[in-house]
């Protein structure tokens, strides 16, 4: 009796040939991906991704350019204290919480990391207010990993375009990974970010200067 072969699994989101060409045409629209957070280093880089939870990346920069000229290192940071901190970000987001963080984090730098930044997601998860997705953008910012942080703008490319469409952040980095071809892994974050920032907009997407407009399965899409 001859064996009947099982069917792979379906993946949901985008197969190999068309995540390629969408990420292929991203490449093309912005070749050189990357952070719009002002940092000089590691340390700069966790506080200023640690501040931009409900801030937006201006925001962020304007109290950080203040803020880092008088406390670029942990141990600067640690004796800036949390009120000193607290006057340069009061025009972000959750700011009282953030302050605490933020000297908490160089805090804790300082002390098990003898004042260097750690490079492992263990490590930088454990720093307060520095969690998954914080780690993943250091991590692949700095480091060059090949990690894919999720936040509202990948969220909604993902979901919407059809690319990677699931319910939690979580579930949409996991299946991110399965998707994205390898030699798109390490600008994945940036190119979706961005096309979610600057044309996949969440209110009125820029749908006829889309550069993967045809690829895309939104239903809705504008200047139909």
């Known amino acids: 009796m001859a064996k009947v072969k099982k069917q792979a699994k379906r993946i949901r989101g985008f197969p190999p040939e068309k995540a390629a060409e969408f990420y292929r045409r991203l490449a093309m629209d912005r070749p050189d991906p990357k952070t719009e957070l002002d940092y000089t280093d590691p340390f700069t880089l966790v506080v200023s ?3 931009s ?9 304007k109290a950080t350019k203040g803020l880092f000229k008088v ?10 204290g949390e009120a000193g901190v607290a006057e340069h970000i009061r025009t972000i987001g959750l700011w009282r919480n953030k302050a605490k963080n933020v ?17 492992t997601r263990e490590d930088l998860e454990a720093l307060p207010g520095v969690g998954h997705k914080t780690a993943s953008v250091v991590l692949n910012e700095v480091y060059g990993e090949a990690t894919i942080a999720v936040d509202t703008h990948v969220f909604r490319v993902s979901n919407r375009t059809g690319l ?10 996991a299946l991110l990974l399965q998707v994205t071809p390898d030699q798109y892994k ?3 974050h940036h190119w ?3 096309h979610g920032r600057y044309t996949c907009l969440a209110r009125k997407p820029g749908c006829p200067e889309c550069v993967v407009r045809d690829l895309c399965g ?3 899409k504008t200047g139909e």
Not at 71 to 80: F, Q, R, S
Not at 103 to 119: C, F, N
Not at 164 to 173: D, F, H, L, S, W
Request: net charge negative; proline share 7%; glycine share 6%.
């Open 53 to 61: 939870a409900q801030a937006t990346d201006v925001s962020v920069n």
């Open 103 to 119: 000297v908490a984090l160089s805090q804790m730098i300082l002390d098990k990391h003898g004042g260097e930044t750690p490079r």
């Open 186 to 188: 390490r600008g994945a």
């Open 49 to 51: 991704v640690a501040l």
């Open 192 to 194: 979706l970010i961005l």
């Open 218 to 220: 939104y239903e809705a």
């Open 164 to 173: 990677a469409p699931e319910t939690t952040p979580e579930k949409v980095e």
């Open 71 to 80: 406390a670029n290192t942990p141990a600067k940071m640690v004796k800036l």
